[in-house]
């Protein structure tokens, strides 16, 4: 490793590179803290050159690369492997281009979610997928794990969002896609990469669309006295046709937990759920909107609605899901977020599974969710010092998965699978589904040494390679 | 050939599910089987491999115009007999069903409570088909394209097997989006099978307002000051008889009541129309519309920003070769279908006219000319990693064709 990182500094300088063992810890693991290996080496490019450079030198030397946007994913996407290097974004953070007319930017992949909507904002434009983390993740690992966020239950998750790429493949040859297309010229390698959890390539810059931000926008936020009726409500107001921008939930815990910290947002004691709308639109819109769903949650008689169209009191409304996962630091030292998807129409009865999975366990569950995707995020508080809890708290997280599989959902809505979700992979998908996905791979890293170990099993694709050892040559 | 196929099909099929397909648009004649189940098709596929065919899916034809011709089909593989919804849930907003359901069918089945994207105005097409074309429709301005509104889908490999990628749920990123790569893929990869889409709430009201303006530029014009005013229109339209001659504008309008209100004040202010079109009228009108550029042998497609150039541009090849273009153009996307009236498919004038508008950095997709379609051009490495997906996902070439 110590001429390896000779060789990377020359290409990248000093600054490029992190390998004393006081700063690599800062690496060990994303935001899933449970699973953590200390990386011997890290590498920080500042362009698409460098990368390509980078890469061409470790394939030379196979070794295998772990890329990391800003580690806030939530499934161990980029947990290091052992004999590998870490390949962090994180001084790639230029804006490139930012084309008003034609609606579109183009960012380096180390990009802040946040920045680059605040940077649209003034020109009356909006990046539409805001992550939780949005504060701290970025647009590369935004397409890494083709992220969510509360709107995108109106603007669909960063692949409606992304238009083209410049990948450095595992051989450190560039694939240059960034040219905003209305169709793919051929296969959609764009659409192909976005969510592949860093297995395909490593994403340097980022064409993404922009949306025009609205003119009104509303908050409803709706207090309820149970959570069942926060769950049909969401179920009502998506069957009447409604179709506002965010739908999402809240459970006692978290509203305690929200209410004993800073991000207080005086929500009721007796309050078991709260329901978060917003509407955007023109302001006779908006207006109409607003009285649909109201006519909708009244039905489920709520114990207060309370709206705001100002930004500060829009801020207000939304202070309290905003800072619900900093708010859970109070309840437990450790938070598994868990994260699965239900058909809309089940959400009552997978929510109530949830809590009895957890119940019967004897483990703490504080839900927050994005309602009307039916993305689940079942928060299991716990303590890592503790093993039989930790073991409680993965089994949970199996059986809800299983769960919600069953119920025709599926693992992931916006965290990906990552290290996480591998042993559940094949409660979603066949044999068969997943020997096709290792194909797809090999064709992008042959010797797959792209976060290796991730999203796909390892065994079906030794499965995949031992069959087509075995196939009869191709015809010509 | 085509006997020997068609007798060792009759091991798999009942006789009433092969025909010959006849060919057209330059694509060959060659046997057709149309299985009524998935286990069938996966029975001619495997038949197929066994005998080292190349097969060719096909939905109803509707694209076909727009598809190169193979060099050899040997066996074309209908969806035809694969029909019918498989599950709609009105509460959900997804709709799954088997590739060979008719685009008529599903609007049928969700007609007053949902809206369908993509909005087609060939009532033929099948499911599959629409997505093996990367058909998008008329409402793609407001609603993004087919790729958009795949949930999920299932498709037999080469092999005969199986392969689901996505879901039924509308959010989902569960392993690779293959689907992605299924969808406009024209059957390069995979025969699909079933597919799931998301469902829109179906708007209210329809209006459509019309303005006639005094060139297409003008009309391209108003189009970005309604953007700039907030208008965020189903589609908006401009036809022209002549590049350089008067343009009908037509913006169309759906949602709730007081959003296309609010919405026509601000078109009336910023494209001053002469019609307004509400309720059934306005309704046939966007039907009219949907199928504006129909007869189009060409679609060009660049930047919102830089069409009235590519207009230009195309204007100047088209007088130089002596081709008097009538365009339909949706300047919001940036693309323009252009028909040439009176000039025939064989005339040498629109390949001249294909590298003319190469070389002003357009891209265009043509119908009807065959063989002589002329290639998209990506670059370097993209075409050798489609490649490589090709040969990855259909090691034994079974299905015809490579990347498109």
């Known amino acids: 490793m110590r001429s390896l990182a000779r060789e990377l500094r020359a290409l990248v300088g000093p600054a490029g590179i992190v390998d004393e063992p006081t700063r690599l810890v800062a690496y060990e693991s994303d935001a899933l803290a449970m699973l953590a290996e200390t990386p011997e080496l890290v590498v920080l490019p500042r362009d698409t050159r460098e990368t390509a450079a980078v890469m061409e030198l470790l394939s030379r030397r196979g070794v295998p690369v772990v890329p990391r946007g800003a580690g806030t994913g939530l499934a161990g996407g980029a947990t290091p492997v052992a004999g590998g290097v870490v390949l962090s974004t994180a001084r790639m953070r230029d804006v490139l281009e930012l084309d008003v007319a034609d609606r579109f930017a183009r960012v380096q992949a180390g990009v802040v979610n946040v920045d680059l909507s605040s940077l649209c904002q003034h020109l009356g434009l909006a990046y539409a997928p805001d992550p939780s983390s949005q504060m701290a993740c970025t647009i ?23 238009l083209g790429l410049v990948i450095v493949q595992h051989d450190g040859s560039v694939l240059d896609l960034a040219e905003p297309e209305l169709d793919p010229l051929g296969y959609d390698l764009v659409g192909l990469f976005v969510g592949s959890e860093g297995t395909l390539g490593i994403a340097t810059e980022v064409t993404v669309r922009l949306v025009p931000a609205p003119p009104v926008i509303e908050v409803v936020l709706v207090l309820f006295r149970s959570l069942d009726d926060a769950c049909e409500a969401v179920s009502d107001v998506i069957a009447a046709g409604c179709d506002p921008a965010a739908l999402e939930i809240l459970d006692k815990l978290t509203i305690d937990a929200v209410e004993r910290s800073v991000f207080a947002a005086g929500y009721p004691r007796e309050a078991e759920a709260v329901l978060l709308i917003e509407l955007e639109g023109r302001a006779e819109d908006v207006a109409a909107q607003a009285r649909e769903v109201l006519a909708q949650v009244e039905r489920r008689r709520p114990l207060e609605v309370r709206r705001g169209r100002d930004p500060a009191t829009r801020k207000k409304l939304w202070a309290g899901r905003k800072g619900a996962f900093g708010a859970m630091g109070r309840i437990a030292p450790d938070l598994y977020v868990a994260d699965a998807v239900v058909p809309r129409t089940k959400l009552r009865e997978l929510v109530a599974r949830t809590v009895a999975i957890c119940r019967e366990r004897g ?23 503790d093993a039989d809890e930790v073991r409680r708290v993965l089994e949970a997280g199996h059986l809800i998965l299983s769960e919600c599989v069953a119920a025709g959902g599926a693992l992931t809505g916006e965290h990906g699978v990552g290290l996480e979700k591998l042993s559940a992979m094949e409660l979603y998908f066949t044999p068969a589904d997943l020997a096709a996905a290792c194909r797809m791979r090999e064709a992008w890293d042959p010797h797959r040494r792209l976060n290796p170990g991730k999203l796909i ?20 | 050939m085509s006997a020997r196929v068609t007798e060792l099909l009759t091991g798999v099929l009942a006789q009433e599910r092969i025909r010959h397909f006849p060919g057209g648009h330059g694509h060959r004649a060659a046997p057709e089987a149309a299985p009524s189940s998935l286990e069938e098709a996966a029975e001619v596929l495997r038949l197929a491999r066994a005998e080292r065919w190349s097969v060719q899916p096909l939905g109803h034809g509707t694209r076909l ?15 035809r007999n694969l029909r019918g919804i498989t599950s709609y849930e009105p509460a959900d907003g997804t709709l799954t069903a ?13 007609a007053g409570r949902h809206h ?9 097409a099948t499911l599959g088909g629409t997505i093996a074309a990367g058909l998008s429709g008329f409402d793609r301005l407001r609603y993004g394209p087919v790729r958009h509104q795949v949930l999920g889908l299932a498709a037999l490999h080469a092999d005969g097997t199986r392969v689901k990628s996505g879901g039924r749920v509308v959010k989902n990123v569960t392993g690779y989006d293959l689907h992605r790569l299924w969808c406009g893929s024209e059957g390069t990869l995979c025969f699909l099978a079933e597919g799931t889409l998301r469902l829109y709430p179906a708007p209210a009201e329809t209006a459509v307002l019309r303005a006639t303006v005094a060139s297409p530029a003008e009309a391209i014009g108003r189009c970005h000051a309604l953007l700039r005013a907030g208008v965020q229109p189903l589609a908006a339209v401009v036809s022209a008889q002549e590049l350089a001659g008067p343009a009908e504008l037509a913006v169309v309008l759906a949602g709730r009541p007081e959003a296309v209100e609010g919405e026509a004040a601000l078109v009336r202010t910023h494209a001053q129309p002469s019609a307004e079109l509400h309720g059934a009228d306005a309704l046939a009108a966007r039907a009219e519309l949907c199928r504006a550029g129909q007869g189009a042998l060409l679609v060009l497609a660049t930047r919102p920003s830089i069409l009235n150039a590519a207009l230009g541009a195309l204007a100047k090849a088209a007088r130089a070769l002596e081709l008097e273009p009538r365009v339909s153009l949706h300047p919001l996307l940036a693309t323009a279908q252009v028909e040439f009236p009176g000039i025939q498919l064989q005339d040498e004038r629109l390949l001249e006219l294909d590298e003319e508008l190469a070389g ?5 997709r043509w119908r009807g000319l065959g063989a002589r379609t002329p290639r998209p051009r990506p670059a370097a490495a993209a075409a050798d990693l489609m490649l490589r997906l090709k040969r990855s996902l259909d090691p034994d070439g079974l299905f015809a064709g490579g990347p498109p």
Do not use: M, Q
């Open chain 1, 457 to 476: 099993p390892t065994h079906a694709c030794l499965e995949v390679r031992s069959a087509a050892r075995n196939a009869e040559a191709p015809r010509p």
């Open chain 2, 98 to 110: 088997l590739a060979g359901t008719s685009w008529a069918e599903l609007v049928a089945a969700t």
């Open chain 2, 360 to 364: 002003a950095g357009l891209r265009a």
């Open chain 1, 363 to 385: 483990l703490r569950l504080a839900t927050v969710f994005h309602a009307g995707d039916g993305n689940l995020h079942p928060n299991i508080c716990y303590d890592r010092r």
């Open chain 1, 140 to 162: 590369g690992g935004n397409v890494a794990n083709n992220s969510g966020g509360p709107h995108c239950f109106k603007y669909g998750a960063t692949t409606r969002h992304v």
């Open chain 2, 65 to 79: 115009a727009w598809l190169r011709p193979r060099e050899r089909v040997d066996l074309v593989l209908s969806s």
């Open chain 2, 116 to 124: 369908l994207s993509p909005e087609l105005s060939e009532p033929d």
